[in-house]
T-cell receptor
Framework: DAGITQSPRHKVTETGTPVTLRCHQTENHRYMYWYRQDPGHGLRLIHYSYGVKDTDKGEVSDGYSVSRSKTEDFLLTLESATSSQTSVYFC??????????????FGPGTRLLVL | AQTVTQSQPEMSVQEAETVTLSCTYDTSESDYYLFWYKQPPSRQMILVIRQEAYKQQNATENRFSVNFQKAAKSFSLKISDSQLGDAAMYFCAYRDTGANSKLTFGKGITLSVRP
């Protein structure tokens, strides 16, 4: 199994509060991704990173920001949480070069409830 | 933009029987990657199988195999000798070959296994 951890695993917060989710990898992989999973939508990409301090938006990036100051950590921040951001959030990683670059491996997920 | 369609929201199979999960996709690319991921009740996303579009041979992983029809843009997953542990949600996903390409997921299909 790929060495990916997410913290916290569960969080309940109130509307309007900032929330930061952390993804940590021990694989030294270049690429990291944040997805959200909602019923009827599958997984949708929020943001991704292709290196330290190199990030880009996914299809559902509004209301989210990310940062990557070290290879192993990718942070997802909800600046002011809204109820529509209640979801399960997954981090994923992929390697650089070769067939394994094409495959993403996922963390265990974080369940976020915004009241 | 690429799209991935899983038209069957739910399927059921008898233990020890064979089941096929359908997936179609839309792309203008000639080279790409296709994946099936399994998500059991634990919510962990687990890679089941991957297929490179340039390979004509269908991928196989133990009891899991695919039927890749490139011209029809179809990528179905066959599970042989179904086991109770196969009960999960299954996601089909597509990825271009570009370095910063992203995964596009279908909405998933819930598979139940009857004892």
């Amino acid at each position: 199994d790929a060495g990916i951890t997410q913290s916290p695993r569960h969080k309940v917060t109130e509307t309007g509060t900032p929330v930061t989710l952390r993804c940590h990898q021990t694989e030294n992989h270049r690429y990291m991704y944040w997805y959200r999973q909602d019923p009827g939508h599958g997984l949708r990409l929020i943001h991704y990173s292709y290196g330290v301090k190199d990030t880009d938006k996914g299809e559902v990036s509004d209301g989210y920001s990310v940062s990557r100051s070290k290879t192993e950590d990718f942070l997802l921040t909800l600046e002011s949480a809204t109820s529509s951001q209640t979801s399960v959030y997954f981090c994923a990683i992929s390697a650089t070069g070769g067939p394994s670059q094409e495959t993403q491996y996922f963390g265990p997920g974080t369940r976020l409830l915004v009241l | 933009a690429q799209t991935v369609t899983q038209s069957q929201p739910e399927m059921s199979v008898q233990e020890a029987e064979t089941v096929t999960l359908s997936c179609t996709y839309d792309t203008s690319e000639s080279d790409y990657y296709l994946f099936w991921y399994k998500q059991p009740p634990s919510r962990q996303m687990i890679l089941v199988i991957r297929q490179e579009a340039y390979k004509q041979q269908n991928a196989t992983e133990n009891r899991f195999s695919v039927n890749f029809q490139k011209a029809a843009k179809s990528f179905s997953l066959k599970i042989s000798d179904s086991q109770l542990g196969d009960a999960a949600m299954y996601f089909c996903a597509y990825r271009d070959t570009g370095a910063n390409s992203k995964l596009t997921f279908g909405k998933g299909i819930t598979l139940s296994v009857r004892p």
